[in-house]
């Protein structure tokens, strides 16, 4: 099945502690995105790459990593998490149609 | 900043009515696509309407795309109780590498 997998979907860490989110699809789409969603601001553009070693920041990067090694990983690294970074995430790939897959979201909460 | 717009904010409906959700966008755009999101969930994606497009069609779903007034509209026919669910326009914008800018929503609920 064709699908964008993102793990955990849950997690719930400390203030500065650094942690990882995890990205994988399996369509072998060049182009890959991480959103935030936050009530009241929708959802807002973080990083984006249009292929392996190809990143670029998008609308809000402050406070976060990514990296494209390989093309179907696209990680989300948060360096040192703050309470303001306590949101839904979401990783998507794009298809050669234009159209995004989303993963499940990941539900982070700083404490 | 999000470019799209949805209107209504919120709607309820009785099954087996329409839905009609519209949305408004600023800048040029190469295409526009609408969205469903489960509470909480991922969002899917339903339909993408090209800039050079005035119509589309996919199941009990119709999208119209008027570039001249900067507008969509997404209508659902004879909706369903599962169809309840946030429903997102998402505007692939030009020179913009790609990136989706999504609006605010609208909130259906479709009552049994």
Redesign the interface.
């Known amino acids: 099945e064709a699908q964008v997998t993102q793990n955990p979907r849950y997690l719930i860490t400390v203030t500065g502690k650094k942690l990882t989110v995890t990205c994988s699809q399996n369509m072998n789409h060049e182009y890959m995105s991480w959103y935030r969603q936050d009530p009241g601001l929708g959802l807002r553009q973080i990083y984006y790459s249009m292929n392996v070693e190809v990143t670029d920041k998008g609308d809000v990067p402050e406070g976060y990593k990514v990296s494209r090694k390989e093309k179907r990983n696209f990680p989300l690294i948060l360096e040192s998490p703050s309470p303001n970074q306590t949101s839904l995430y979401f990783c998507a790939s794009k298809t050669g149609e234009g159209g995004y897959t989303f993963g499940s979201g990941t539900r982070l909460t700083v404490v | ?2 470019q799209g717009e949805e209107d209504p904010q919120a709607l309820s409906i009785q099954e087996g009515e329409n839905a009609t959700m519209n949305c408004s966008y600023k800048t040029s755009i ?2 526009l ?1 609408w ?1 469903r999101q489960n509470s ?6 339903l339909i ?1 309407i090209r800039s050079n497009e005035r119509e589309k069609h996919s199941g009990r779903l119709r999208v119209t795309l008027d570039t001249s007034k900067k507008s969509s509209s997404l209508l659902i026919t004879a909706s369903r109780a599962a169809d309840t669910a946030s429903y ?1 326009c ?1 505007t ?1 914008r030009y020179n913009q ?4 800018i ?4 609208t909130e259906l609920s479709v009552k049994p």
């Not at chain 2, 590498?97 to 989706?100: A, R």
């Open positions: 900043s999000q190469n295409n696509q969205y909480g969930r991922g969002l899917v994606h993408l997102f998402a692939d590498g790609g990136k989706l999504f609006g605010q929503g």
